[in-house]
Structures are given as C-alpha cells and as structure tokens.
C-alpha cells in the first residue's frame, strides 16, 4: 500500500496510458462469497496474487510490484535538445537579476541595518551597498538624522484635559521633537515609534503639570514644565531601550476649558490688579527706604565728626591749660602779664579805636597825626604853588 512506497527523489511526470497499464496490473479483485457458484468455480489462487506475511512492525498487505527500467517519461528531454539550452538559459538570467536585486544605496540621512534571516549581521554607512539577495539577506534603512514631531494632547481636533497640581483643570497642546539615537534598538525593541513617542509623552506632561499649580502652567513656569516632561520622558523611552532621543517638548497651548474661561479671564484680571499694585509698592519701597537710610547714615556721620571734634577741642583746651599752669608756678608774674596782654588783644581786636597811654614816660615815641583820606590827598598834591 501506500506505506511501502518510497519515493527518493522528486516524482518524474509519467505517462497517462503507462498509469492506467500499471494500476491495473496492481489492482486487487474482489472476494467471491464463501459457498457460491463463483467461489467453488475460482482457481486456486497464484503465487503473485496471494497476500504475503508482513515482517515484524510492518502491516500486512499485498506487495506493489516494482516499476519497470523502461517505464515511459514524458516528455523526455535529452542532454542535447533546444529546449534544454533555452531552460538553462531562462534559468541563469533568472538568476542574474536574483543577485542584482542585493545592490542598494544608503542615503546621507541614512543607515543600512543588514539581517540575514532575520538576524542583525551588519551596519552599511550612505553610498552603494550589496547584500545577499531576499529570503537571504535583508536591509532596513533607518533614517537617523531626521527630527521626527509627534503632537499630543489633541483628540480630534479637541485639547485634551489635564488635572495640575492645585486640582484645577487646564487644556493643554504639546508638540515633542525625537530623532533616532540607537538605530539597532529602534528598530528591534520598538514596534510602532510614533505611537510608543505619543503616548509616552502625554503621560509625561500630565505627570508634570499634576506638580505644579495652574498659574505655574498658564504663566511664568511653562518653559520649566517642558523641561521637566522632556527630561522625564527620555528617562521613560531609555527604560524601554527604544533608541529614541527627544530634542525638545514644546507647550504650545495651555489654557482653562472654554466654559469657564471667562471667569477664569476676571480672576486673571485681578490678579493682574494685585501684582500691579505690588509692584507699585515695591517701587516706592525702594524709592524710600534707600534715602531715608542715606539721610540716617548722614546724620549719624555727621554726629560722630562732632563728637570727635568736641572731644579733640576739649583735649586741647585741657592741655593748653596745664602748660600754662605749668608756667604760672615757675614765673607766676610773667605769666600773668602775658595772660593779660593775650586777653586784651582778644578783646580789642576788632575795635576802631587806638588807645594811647599819656602816662609821663609811657608815650613818649609815639608822634600823633592827622589821618587824611584819599581824596583830600590827592587834592593836596594837585594844589598850585603860591
């Protein structure tokens, strides 16, 4: 039966009428019943046709005959025929156009990542390459200087909502900027990198701005939000060996849910009030304070030059006093004279008036005159002589 025929080799195209000649010479004909007229008439059956006894392990059956040496192929090709040089030929440009299929050329932004079976081998810098053509070899061509931008946080055309930190509600957009850092992980350990991108960086910015308060997101700490979530989720895409490097995360629209957004504007107008009015304040704060403290200081310098000079003047006097008691005990008389003279020129000092001692004796060199002023003496000198 089918069991015992084996076949070595690829089954060689045969002949319809060979076929039908062979499965009849094997065809096995079926029993007569026990006691009718076909079975008493039957010949005892031949050798050829009796079943034989199967060794050990194999079922029993009736043996296939071999095939015949000159059992007829067709069409039968020889070594020599037309038909023969046109296969070989149809096979070898077949083949030459199979190895073309290898050459590929890496571009400059680009680099060629060669598998063979599925398998990294290789890694081809830009220009013309070969690899071993399909199922063989594969290259992937990787574009690693190219800024890739992923927008997040837009669904449908509507900003998504984010809870911050001081449990109000806030619309935000942000773009994220990647390029390929590691073109072996990127392709092996990452499926879908646009997607894998988005939804890592949304949760990035939605674990940032639930630190901080609305007015840090809607005012003066945007740009340290889009730090921080562009720190963070590197951090996440390197846990994930995705060979993704993020360039720069972009805050490009965080604002209140439209509903509320008017009083939101009022309390922003307030607070605009109150920091202006701060402001103000803290302006003439400044203005004040730095010259009532120059006043201050200028009073206290002021004050200690006095007191310095008090201090040295009555040094002085009480110096000037011991010498000149010093003196008074050696000559008192002379001492006393001087004193007195020293006083009365200190009290007649500013006087218009000369006083002369008329005293026999006392006055003698002194010759009075007339003191004439200047217009009567010129007239004197201009005078003609009589």
């Known amino acids: 039966m089918a069991e015992d025929l084996l076949l070595a080799g690829p089954?060689?195209?045969?002949?319809?009428?060979?076929?039908?000649?062979?499965?009849?010479?094997?065809?096995?004909?079926?029993?007569?019943?026990?006691?009718?007229?076909?079975?008493?008439a039957a010949p005892a059956a031949s050798p050829q046709a009796r079943p034989t006894v199967a060794p050990a392990g194999q079922r029993p059956g009736w043996r296939i005959p071999a095939l015949p040496r000159s059992f007829p192929l067709l069409p039968h090709v020889g070594a020599a025929s037309p038909s023969a040089?046109?296969?070989?030929?149809?096979?070898?440009?077949?083949?030459?156009?199979?190895?073309?299929?290898?050459i590929y050329k890496v571009e400059p932004d680009e680099l060629g990542i060669v598998t063979r079976f599925g398998r990294?081998?290789?890694?081809?810098?830009?220009g013309l390459n070969y690899h071993l053509p399909f199922p063989i070899e594969?290259?992937?061509?990787?574009?690693?200087?190219?800024?890739?931008?992923?927008?997040?946080?837009?669904?449908?055309?509507?900003?998504a909502q984010m809870l911050t930190g001081d449990e109000n509600i806030v619309e935000a957009n942000a773009a994220v900027f990647w390029r390929v850092k590691e073109p072996l992980k990127f392709l092996f350990n990452v499926v879908d990198a646009e997607a894998t991108v988005r939804v890592a960086a949304d949760g990035a910015v939605r674990t940032v701005i639930g630190r901080n308060p609305i007015?840090?997101?809607?005012?003066?700490?945007?740009?340290?939000?889009?730090?921080?979530?562009?720190?963070?989720?590197?951090?996440?895409?390197?846990?994930?060996?995705a060979g993704i490097q993020v360039t720069q995360v972009q805050l490009q629209r965080v604002d209140p849910p439209l509903a509320?957004?008017?009083a939101f504007n009022d309390v922003q107008r307030a607070r605009a009030d109150q920091e202006r009015a701060r402001n103000e304040a803290e302006a003439y704060r400044n203005d004040i304070l730095p010259r009532a403290r120059g006043e201050a200081e200028h009073v206290r310098q002021e004050a200690q030059a006095?007191?310095?000079?008090?201090?040295?003047?009555?040094?002085?006097?009480?110096?000037?006093?011991?010498?000149?008691?010093?003196?008074?005990?050696?000559?008192?008389?002379?001492?006393?004279?001087?004193?007195?003279?020293?006083?009365?020129?200190?009290?007649?000092?500013?006087?218009?008036?000369?006083i002369v001692d008329t005293q026999p004796g006392a006055g003698n060199a002194i010759i009075p005159y007339l003191p004439l002023p200047p217009p009567a003496r010129a007239a004197i000198a201009t005078a003609p002589a009589p």
């Open 11 to 40: 089954m060689p195209r045969l002949h319809p009428a060979a076929v039908a000649a062979w499965l009849a010479r094997t065809r096995r004909p079926a029993a007569p019943q026990p006691g009718s007229p076909a079975a008493e």
């Open 85 to 102: 040089a046109s296969l070989w030929a149809v096979l070898a440009v077949a083949a030459a156009v199979w190895l073309t299929t290898g």
């Open 120 to 126: 990294y081998v290789a890694t081809r810098s830009p």
């Open 138 to 159: 594969q290259v992937m061509l990787p574009k690693v200087t190219q800024v890739n931008q992923v927008a997040i946080g837009a669904l449908n055309g509507v900003a």
């Open 215 to 241: 007015q840090a997101a809607l005012s003066d700490r945007r740009q340290a939000i889009a730090d921080e979530a562009q720190a963070l989720l590197q951090q996440k895409l390197d846990s994930y060996d």
């Open 260 to 262: 509320v957004i008017d």
């Open 306 to 354: 006095y007191r310095e000079q008090a201090s040295n003047l009555a040094q002085g006097d009480a110096g000037q006093f011991a010498a000149i008691e010093g003196s008074y005990r050696e000559a008192q008389a002379i001492t006393a004279r001087r004193l007195y003279l020293e006083a009365m020129e200190e009290v007649l000092r500013a006087a218009n008036k000369v």
